[in-house]
């Protein structure tokens, strides 16, 4: 079963920039679509940008063009480049980890704890 634990949030300015990493293990990596997932103060989780194993990306309509998911199965890490940060960015970002459709009988989805992300002055 994979286990994932995300890093790299933090307090950072409006304007500024952060990368979140989220490095897995225990399970075959390139087997998952990972995402990175956000709830921010009194709001429901939200989904933020998908990659697939062959690199296929998906981004929110709020965010789209400030950041950019990647990975490396190798590493077995994926990675969330945010810039130009909002206020209302400040949220927890989460990773995730979802089996691909053929795999979906022998592994289960897996989240993170989340990384804390405050954009403030």
């Known amino acids: 079963q994979v286990q994932l634990v995300e890093s790299g949030g933090g307090l950072v300015q409006p304007g500024g920039s952060l990368r979140l990493s989220c490095a897995a293990s225990?399970?075959?990596?390139?087997?998952?679509?990972m995402a990175w997932y956000r709830q921010g103060p009194g709001k429901q989780r939200e989904l933020v940008a998908t990659?697939?194993?062959?690199?296929?990306?998906t981004y929110t309509d709020s965010m789209k063009g400030r950041v950019t998911i990647s990975r490396n199965d190798a590493a077995n890490t994926v990675w969330l480049q945010m810039n130009s940060l909002k206020p209302e960015d400040t949220a927890v970002y989460y990773c995730?980890?979802?089996?691909?459709?053929?795999?979906?009988?022998?592994?289960?989805?897996?989240w993170g704890q989340g990384t804390l992300v405050t954009v403030s002055s």
């Open positions: 995730n980890a979802r089996p691909s459709s053929n795999w979906r009988d022998r592994y289960l989805e897996v």
């Open positions: 990659i697939t194993s062959a690199g296929t990306t």
């Open positions: 225990g399970s075959i990596f390139s087997i998952y679509v």
